[in-house]
């Protein structure tokens, strides 16, 4: 049960799957501990999804004033 932390998180589990981890998670302090750590992990995926490509996909910027 303890890896499925980021797997619930995500959202990647299906409904027993969830249900299940949500009971274990009731008395998992360890759990607990790493769900608090990894609750933003969603926000910044999404953050890194809309974020500019340091790739060199993105056009150049002007370097006139």
């Known amino acids: 049960m303890h890896d499925g932390v ?3 998180v995500l959202g990647v589990l ?3 799957e969830h249900e299940a981890f949500e009971r274990h998670l009731d008395t998992c302090e360890h759990c607990q501990a790493e769900l608090l750590d990894l609750a933003e992990l969603p926000d910044q995926l999404d ?3 809309h974020a500019p490509s340091a790739s060199g996909d993105d ?3 002007s370097m006139s004033r």
């Open 6 to 8: 980021a797997a619930f």
């Open 14 to 16: 299906d409904e027993e």
């Open 47 to 49: 953050d890194l999804k």
């Open 59 to 61: 056009p150049p910027m």
